[in-house]
């Protein structure tokens, strides 16, 4: 049994709606930061406040763009305004829980190279199921478990 047609279009028409509502969150573009730091701030343009600064790899989603700049959100949720000149499409991540390892290879068989904390960012150079060959802007290198990293 199929609807009427003005019913059709009443749930077509609802549907679209609700995806183009959803459309900002699903379509929102990772970067990252190719600089070796920049300034987060609170508005579009250097006259503005610094907020904090970030590292290189830094990944971000890009919320809005206004000019030559970026309005940006960190995996914590934080917000703030980047310039569109330092940044690139990386592939990168970021440390999102405290105590991740990183070993000599993709198990957790491998030696552990060392111990993170929260918030540090790597460059993907490759990936082998869940794990993530990474490199730190400082050259040091590494594979992680997937499950720690943003």
Same mark, same amino acid.
């Given at each position: 049994m199929? *609807?009427p047609?003005?019913?059709r279009?009443?749930? @077509?028409?609802?549907? #679209?709606l609700?995806?183009a509502l959803?459309?900002?969150?699903? #379509?929102?573009?990772? *970067?990252?930061?190719?600089?070796?730091?920049?300034? =987060?701030?609170? #508005?579009?343009g250097?006259?503005f406040?610094? @907020?904090?600064? =970030? !590292?290189?790899?830094?990944?971000l @989603?890009? +919320? %809005?763009?206004? #000019?030559?700049?970026?309005?940006v959100?960190?995996?914590e /949720? !934080?917000q703030g &305004? *980047?310039?569109q000149? +330092?940044?690139?499409?990386i592939?990168? =991540?970021?440390?999102a %829980?405290?105590?991740c390892? =990183?070993?000599a290879g993709? /198990?957790t068989?491998?030696?552990?190279l060392?111990?993170l904390g929260? /918030?540090i960012?790597?460059k993907v150079?490759?990936k082998?199921?869940?794990?993530l060959? +990474?490199?730190h802007?400082?050259g !040091?290198?590494g &594979?992680i478990?997937?499950?720690l +990293?943003?």
């Amino acid at each position: 049994m199929s *609807l009427p047609v003005n019913k059709r279009l009443r749930s @077509l028409v609802l549907a #679209g709606l609700v995806l183009a509502l959803a459309l900002p969150c699903w #379509g929102a573009e990772r *970067l990252a930061v190719s600089a070796a730091s920049a300034k =987060v701030r609170t #508005g579009p343009g250097t006259q503005f406040e610094v @907020l904090w600064q =970030v !590292d290189k790899f830094h990944p971000l @989603l890009v +919320v %809005k763009k206004q #000019g030559a700049w970026c309005q940006v959100q960190d995996y914590e /949720g !934080d917000q703030g &305004w *980047l310039p569109q000149s +330092v940044l690139s499409k990386i592939n990168t =991540v970021i440390t999102a %829980k405290s105590q991740c390892q =990183v070993r000599a290879g993709p /198990g957790t068989k491998f030696k552990v190279l060392t111990t993170l904390g929260q /918030g540090i960012a790597f460059k993907v150079l490759q990936k082998q199921q869940v794990w993530l060959y +990474v490199e730190h802007a400082d050259g !040091d290198k590494g &594979w992680i478990h997937a499950s720690l +990293v943003w």
